[in-house]
């Protein structure tokens, strides 16, 4: 199917960072066929016969990309408050994942992915760690697919801790397998491997992970120096640094994706480089969890791919992702005390075709460009107090942004959000069962404590 808008303000990130004030874009069978000014756009569309749209002059942006999340902690919203990392897991993450079931799995993933889309999110990489049942990521999959976003899903796994939530290395890699071959083939979905954290994998999960994914060309993510835990939990278990462990173990190369990454230094950042590592920065949950600062600007001059994530509800308590990008961005300026240690181009970057990059799909989406997906978001200044009035777009986006203001979204071409209205589910609905499941999870969690 053939659609397209004319009388827009395009900003396209792409490797020239072009802006079209007054332009136009066509796309065809979810893919962008022209991009340009307006009057080439209307040329084209008479020659094809296109019926364009009218922007109304609001702003295009390629779609937003969220490098890290949890869907499901969307109904954990306010739990766990003012715990540090070592605190907040077992206090309140690992009761839930013991008792967590496909109805509260269900209501987490349509709320989040309901929050996502009106952020003007495209794309989310979501890190699926705790599988207390089995056919969570079929079901999570499922519903991606009914609304439309384009997921990245992270298996996740571990075989250290509660014994609800260990699972054998060959169930978790033939649950992978399956998912692959069900779910991957048309660009909207990738599966990967996400072992949990190195304190929650041995050696020889590590090694396996490893070896899985380079046999089946399966990229991994995982949950890396978020705090100095994973140093003193590596010497301790294995007499030897955590960077130097994981380096061991293979774990480190192109295909990871080293979720936060804040208690780091020269020896892991050179090794990050070394190994083509990729890092998803989660400013929200780093300052939740009082965890520290990730070390950005140094990642960046090493050459080290740095996207940016939300991380799920239950460290950060939503999962809004102009947020993240505003607090990323003055969380760097504040720790260096330096107005230009992150901008709002390089945040808009970080947010689109870096986080692309970063999830290997950068050849496909991140920034608007012809041959791409078309993944986009039309933002509509005037809808919002707060993002009202415009001076300069990138920063109204970044500093001021609103989820009130994303006006429309648009995924591989097919239309989500429309006028500020869902086209694919019913948020009311959303809603309504995300208030009875997180209920019903606390009563579950008291039940199974006794």
Request: charged residues 25%.
């Amino acid at each position: 199917m053939r659609e397209g808008y004319h009388n827009l303000h395009i900003i396209t990130v792409d490797g020239q960072d072009r802006i079209y004030e007054d332009g136009g874009i066509l796309y065809e069978d979810g893919v962008i066929t022209h991009v340009g000014d307006r009057a080439y756009i209307e040329e084209k569309a008479g020659e094809l016969k296109i019926e364009l749209k009218d922007g109304k002059g609001r702003y295009l942006f390629p779609g937003l990309i969220n490098t890290h999340t949890h869907l499901y902690q969307d109904i954990m919203k306010g739990m766990g408050s003012d715990l540090s990392l070592e605190e907040w897991f077992p206090k309140s993450m690992a009761p839930a994942g013991a008792v967590l079931r496909e109805r509260h799995v269900a209501a987490g993933v349509r709320l989040g992915l309901a929050e996502a889309i009106r952020c003007g999110v495209t794309t989310v990489a979501d890190y699926m760690q705790l599988q207390p049942v089995k056919g969570l990521g079929k079901l999570e999959l499922t519903i991606a697919k009914e609304m439309g976003v384009r997921m990245v899903y992270g298996r996740g796994y571990r075989d250290i801790g509660k014994k609800e939530l260990v699972e054998k290395p060959e169930d978790v890699f033939a649950d992978v397998t399956a998912l692959k071959e069900e779910f991957e083939g048309d660009g909207m979905f990738r599966i990967w491997l996400a072992p949990a954290a190195g304190w929650g994998a041995s050696t020889g999960l590590l090694r396996a992970t490893r070896e899985y994914a380079d046999r089946n060309d399966t990229p991994v993510m995982m949950h890396m120096f978020e705090t100095g835990t994973d140093d003193a939990i590596s010497r301790e278990r294995n007499g030897k640094s955590a960077i130097r462990h994981y380096e061991e173990t293979g774990l480190l190369g192109p295909g990871l994706l080293a979720v936060h990454s804040v208690a780091i230094g020269e020896e892991e950042i050179r090794a990050y480089a070394r190994n083509q590592v990729s890092v998803s920065y989660n400013p929200i949950a780093n300052m939740y969890l009082a965890s520290g600062v990730a070390p950005v600007g140094e990642m960046l001059k090493a050459g080290i791919t740095v996207a940016i994530g939300t991380d799920g509800a239950g460290s950060n308590n939503d999962n809004d992702m102009l947020e993240a990008m505003k607090f990323g961005a003055l969380l760097q300026k504040t720790f260096h005390k330096d107005p230009l240690a992150m901008t709002a181009g390089g945040m808009l970057r970080m947010a689109t075709i870096e986080g692309a990059r970063a999830l290997g799909m950068d050849r496909i989406t991140g920034s608007v460009e012809e041959g791409k997906k078309a993944d986009f978001f039309l933002f509509d200044p005037s809808k919002s107090v707060k993002s009202c009035p415009v001076h300069d777009i990138v920063a109204t986006l970044i500093y001021s942004g609103d989820h009130k203001a994303v006006d429309t979204v648009v995924i591989n071409g097919n239309t989500v959000l429309e006028d500020g209205r869902f086209l694919l589910a019913d948020e009311k609905e959303i809603l309504d069962d995300a208030q009875l499941m997180a209920d019903d999870l606390v009563r579950c969690i008291q039940e199974n404590q006794g």
